[in-house]
């Protein structure tokens, strides 16, 4: 059988590593778009600080670790891929074919339409590349502006800050992280990194970005422009799928999977954040993380080497830690209706839950690490919380209690 995988991102590499044990007489192949050993995106901000250098981004220690499993490893970007001929081209012109196949390209970021994103100094922070060209900028002291605060965006910010930068936010959203936190969380965050020295500016969008005495100017809708020596661009992500001719595979936002992570094409499957994946407690949704990559291309391999295994949709549960102060989201926490909230704004300290019936299906927190293995625990088991319901609602941050207790019930 001949496998073949697009994409060396998380995804890619752990299809990989899973097909060769699953199916050893099979034929492995990986065409990764990048240069250089496979990484995790998610180490960049560790680079961006200096905590590691470009090789502790490797997903694996050993240099030519696929090769070393007997993976054919191309370096190169897919061009076009025929499903009914069951063949990819590459930009360089060479043909592959294939008996089966993974989509795992992952996402790239969005360039917004504003005028300058092309100029020197603006630059989004997604590949190694771009930490480079971030680095050569953020230096102690620069004027920097960052677009976007969203859960990618609030990473780049931790790392810019600890650089030493003068850094300024501009949000469209009312609120830093809008899809992971609600606004009395979100005025909690403003006001913690608003103390630490960043300038936060939401609902406002950057319209402009000139060239002016050296410098950027970048001008917004509210008026007046911000002058920086360096602008990152962190507004948003879209799937890499182009190259797939005629729309001849389902998409919505992401490729469309089943749970056996199988597209509507018979012999391609599709994993990570690429793919729109079954979720936790029903409905399919793209779920851009490491670990749900990592655990759909295993998933998805398996599916592969003929193994009939369900992937069994993924928490949403984002954390994040910003400038100190650790935030995290968990499920459905917009349910609306049956809620119970606590804030403890002198201490830093927010906690929400939300109730379906007699279960927990989501929750925010704020400055509240400790409740992270209960939350999980009680949403992901399912817990029927009983009478527990009600001593939740009067003090919602009994969680590690209520989880306890379900166990003797
Ligand atoms: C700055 C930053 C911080 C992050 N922090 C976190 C975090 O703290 N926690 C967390 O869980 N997640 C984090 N993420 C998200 C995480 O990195 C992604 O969810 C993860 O990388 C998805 O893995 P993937 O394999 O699906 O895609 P990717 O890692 O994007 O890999 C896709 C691969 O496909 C290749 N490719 C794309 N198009 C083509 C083509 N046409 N031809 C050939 N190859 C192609 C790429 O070169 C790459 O090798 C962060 C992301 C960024 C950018």
């Known amino acids: 059988?001949?496998?073949?995988?697009?994409?060396?991102?998380?995804?890619?590499?752990?299809?990989?590593?899973?097909?060769?044990?699953?199916?050893?007489?099979g034929h492995v192949t990986v065409v990764g778009g990048e240069p250089g050993e496979p990484y995790a995106r998610m180490a960049i901000p560790y680079v961006l600080t200096g905590k590691i250098d470009k090789s502790g981004t490797h997903l694996r220690k050993t240099p030519g670790y696929l090769q070393s499993l007997g993976v054919t490893y191309i370096e190169g970007h897919v061009h076009s891929a025929k499903p009914c001929a069951k063949t990819v081209r590459?930009?360089?012109g060479q043909h592959l074919s294939y008996d089966r196949m993974l989509i795992a390209t992952g996402a790239r970021p969005v360039t917004p339409d504003v005028p300058g994103m092309d100029l020197d100094g603006v630059s989004h922070c997604w590949t190694l590349d771009d930490a480079d060209a971030i680095a050569k900028r953020a230096k102690t002291g620069a004027d920097v502006v960052l677009m976007g605060a969203g859960f990618i965006g609030c990473i780049i910010l931790e790392a810019l800050v600890e650089r030493g930068v003068n850094l300024t936010v501009v949000e469209a959203e009312d609120r830093m992280i809008a899809k992971m936190m609600d606004k009395t969380g979100g005025e909690?965050?403003?006001?913690?990194?608003?103390?630490?020295g960043v300038a936060l500016k939401t609902s406002t969008r950057v319209t402009e970005i000139r060239r002016h005495d050296g410098r950027l100017a970048v001008a917004t809708d509210r008026g007046g422009d911000l002058e920086a020596d360096l602008v990152v661009v962190s507004v948003g992500v879209k799937p890499n799928t182009e190259f797939i001719e005629n729309k001849s595979i389902a998409m919505d936002g992401g490729v469309?999977?089943?749970?056996?992570?199988?597209?509507?094409?018979e012999e391609i499957w599709a994993a990570g954040d690429v793919a729109r994946g079954p979720g936790f407690g029903g409905g399919f949704a793209v779920h851009a993380i490491q670990p749900t990559a990592v655990e759909h291309g295993r998933i998805?391999?398996?599916n592969m080497a003929g193994q009939e295994v369900a992937y069994q949709g993924s928490l949403p549960m984002n954390v994040l830690d910003t400038m100190g102060l650790i935030s995290a989201s968990y499920g459905d926490w917009n349910a609306g209706g049956d809620v119970a909230v606590r804030l403890d704004a002198a201490d830093w300290r927010y906690t929400k839950l939300a109730f379906r019936d007699d279960r927990l299906v989501g929750a925010l927190t704020i400055g509240r690490t400790d409740m992270v293995g209960a939350l999980r625990g009680l949403i992901q088991g399912r817990v029927k919380l009983g009478k527990w319901k009600d001593k939740l609602k009067a003090d919602p941050t009994r969680t590690a209690e209520a989880l306890v207790a379900s166990f003797h019930d």
Do not use: C, Q
Request: glycine share 6%.
């Open 188 to 196: 909690l965050l403003r006001r913690w990194v608003e103390r630490k």
């Open 256 to 265: 469309t999977v089943n749970e056996f992570l199988r597209t509507n094409t």
């Open 300 to 302: 998805a391999a398996l």
């Open 90 to 92: 590459l930009h360089d």
């Open 1 to 25: 059988m001949r496998y073949l995988i697009l994409g060396a991102g998380p995804a890619g590499v752990s299809a990989a590593e899973t097909l060769v044990k699953a199916d050893p007489e």
